[in-house]
């Protein structure tokens, strides 16, 4: 049976493979209405045009359509910022950052000519590994301690320079505080921008986005570690504040997306919207063709299957008509979500199939039977492949289980 049911699934993604649309990545329609479609079940499906466009345009920034065929969806950073609508969501070229530059020591909030340097090190005065205490009796050992610090913050700043850095961005961490008062000042005299509290996870994009590499330590601060970009300010849209890092030069390909939204909740719902809709879209780049939805490719292969089972002989006709009735569980459960009638609905679909309309589907709004393909409801082919595939493999593997042996 587990057999039978191998040649049933290969069987139905030839099919599927044979009733599907070859899609190009040059024609952004099709991919706009496959966005759309996943788009328009979510909680934001009204801002649907909004975001399908963003969507499609910040994969196409990612990948080579002539050559890729996968997209690494964490080229593609998504910044969440609480304040006006969804509508006012945009794809931004260059970088986008949550944190703000800091601007207290009278430090630059806007830099042409970036020279981007990125460090791990914190520019405040060093602590022993263990805790103690130093007492001081006088107030010119007090004043050689304070003199210490002044130098080697100074140094640091200096090398920072002469490396000839000016937007500085440092990583996040628990030991001791990124910058003080002594080096925000050093750095607003030299005319270099701080960023700090850079997370670790969004080291690597910052890198791939601005072509800049981490550094360590103060003495492997060179020049030919830094990024570069056209300029970086701190913008302020919808009362939130942002920093952009706009037209990074000799960078890999990446892409930010802002999304505002009126509290947390909407955010975080777009966003899984938006994930969904970047993995339909990836999917197509991995295989270039699409289906059309509402159930009509599963009613096609149950169908075309139906008609194979007859050549078959033995147990594979059994196999073959049983999984042809399984595939038809889709349009019947679509139908009763839908509150239609299951029977009527899916004996229709027989009908018009059969008469050899393949893109005839569960049009859920109109609560009838219409061409999918004119309604715009399509999918990626991999995912009704996989869907198939994955499926079929499960079954196969608990059929092969023979018996199950509780452990006491």
Known sequence: IAEGFQGAAIEAVRILEDISIPVDLEDREFLLKSATTSLSSKVVAQYSSVLAPIVVDSVLRVVNPATDNNVDLNNIRVVKKVGGTIDDSELVSGLVLNQNAITSGGGPSRVEKAKIGLIQFQLSPPKPDMDNQVVVNDYRQMDRILKEERNYLLNLVKKIKKAG??????????????????????????????????????????????????IADIDSFTEDKLGSADLVEETEVNGSRILQISAAKGAGRTASIV?????????????????????????????????VGGGAPEIEVSQRLFELAKAQTGFQSICFQA?????????????????????????????????????????????????????????????????????????RMLMKIDDILASR
Not at 190 to 204: G, N
């Open 165 to 214: 850095c000016n937007v500085l961005l440092i990583q996040k961490s628990i030991l001791r505080d990124a910058v003080n008062s002594l080096s925000l000042h050093f750095l607003a005299k030299l005319k270099i921008m701080a960023v700090k509290e850079i997370e670790r996870d969004e080291i690597e994009f910052i890198c791939k986005a601005t072509g800049c590499k981490p």
């Open 259 to 291: 999304m505002h939204g009126a509290n947390q909740y909407v955010l975080d719902e777009a966003e899984r919207s938006i994930h969904d809709a970047l993995c339909v879209i990836r999917c197509l780049v991995k295989k270039r063709a699409l289906v």
């Open 323 to 395: 999984f042809a009735e399984a595939v038809e569980v889709i349009p019947t459960t679509l139908a009763e979500n839908s509150g239609l009638s299951p029977i009527s609905i899916v004996t229709e679909l027989r009908n018009r199939h059969a008469n050899g309309e393949k893109a005839a589907g569960i049009n859920v709004r109109k609560g009838a039977i219409s061409d999918m393909l004119r309604e715009n409801v399509i999918q990626p082919l991999l995912v009704s492949t996989s869907a198939i595939e994955l499926s079929t493999e499960t079954v």
